[in-house]
């Protein structure tokens, strides 16, 4: 199941099912997604934290970090979404257009099979920065 719903970054598709979203966005089936969680026990659950930016982590927003394990997972403090991811315990992510568009109202509505809207609306906004948590130093990836 395929949700279009307004993330805390920009309008974006949100699946439990990575092959779904792939195929919604005609992207390669092996590139990985950005993965959103509500709360930091759920990310400790997919990942372990290195000791040396919790306190980085915990206080970012809007920010993916790449882990070692190679998933890229973002904890979501705006409220809306987190209500929302708060049923699952994780959903894939990425923004609601074709790989390498841009958004596309009608397309992005005929890909998705729930419609999830609030006051804020659907609305395009840039997307999160994400870096990569390396040994020694962090990498800005975008």
């Known amino acids: 199941m395929i949700y279009l719903a307004q993330t805390d970054t920009t309008v ?59 998933k890229a997972i973002r904890v979501v403090k705006e409220p809306h979404h987190a209500e929302f991811l708060k049923q699952f315990d994780f959903l894939y992510s990425s923004s609601a257009n074709k790989n390498k568009k841009s958004y596309d109202f009608n397309y992005s509505y005929s890909m998705a099979d729930i419609i999830i809207e609030d ?14 948590l390396g040994k020694k130093n962090i990498h800005k990836l975008r």
């Open 119 to 132: 006051e804020r609306g659907l609305y395009e906004e840039s997307a999160s920065s994400i870096f990569k």
């Open 12 to 70: 974006g598709f949100v699946s439990s099912d990575s092959k779904l979203l792939s195929e919604a966005k005609c992207r390669d089936i092996n590139q990985p997604f950005l993965i959103c969680v509500d709360s930091y026990l759920k990310l400790k659950q997919l990942t372990r934290i290195p000791k040396k930016y919790k306190k980085q982590i915990r206080r970012a927003s809007k920010i993916s970090f790449l882990y070692p394990n190679k």
